[in-house]
């Protein structure tokens, strides 16, 4: 279903651009303060979350209105807060799986297609999984929080991650999205 208020955006309309920069300011400052893990200062992260919504302004007529906004905001903000970490050398929670992390994947999240088929596939993974992934890479959750919010051992997060990033990379693969 559309969203009237992208649609608005879509077009140009400067209040919509407002209403969604009322509405989503908070999340969007929230998610760049969990996933730099409290690492930029208070102005650092306020002026992250003033570049997501320059970024959503001035891509505007890319945007799908089928799509939830909170979900391009959310990859915009990460991205915003990891290129803002890597210039200050500080290193983010995604680098600290180490030997987990497949570079392809995180480079084939920046282009919009690859984000639907990869959110797409993440659907299809078992509640459990897909809550830890769209928690980790969507809200920026530190893998501590999300075992404490969940209940469970950060051990057993880490691997349900892994998991879920193998069986997105399978179906991705099977979907020809990248070769082995």
């Known amino acids: 279903m559309k969203d009237k208020l992208v649609e608005r955006l879509v077009c140009g309309d400067v209040h919509a651009f407002e209403q969604i920069v009322k509405k989503y300011g908070r999340y969007v400052f929230k998610v760049v303060c969990n996933h730099s893990g ?19 302004w001035l891509n505007r007529e890319t945007i799908d209105p089928e799509r939830p906004i909170m979900t391009y905001l959310a990859v915009v903000a990460r991205n915003k807060a990891s290129n803002r970490l890597r210039t200050l050398k500080y290193t983010v929670s995604i680098d600290e799986l180490g030997e987990l992390r497949d570079p392809r994947f995180e480079h084939e999240l920046e282009d919009k ?22 928690r980790f890479y969507l809200y920026g959750e530190q893998l501590s929080v999300i075992a404490d919010k969940m209940g469970i051992s950060e051990p057993n997060v880490r691997i349900s991650l ?13 979907g020809g999205f990248f070769d082995e």
């Open 38 to 56: 409290g690492l930029l200062t208070k102005e650092d992260t306020e002026e992250i979350t003033n570049d997501t919504f320059a970024a959503l």
């Open 113 to 134: 297609e690859s984000l639907d088929a990869v959110l797409d596939a993440a659907s299809k993974l078992n509640k459990r999984q897909y809550e830890i992934f769209i």
């Open 162 to 174: 892994f998991r879920a990033r193998e069986t997105i990379k399978k179906r991705l693969t099977e």
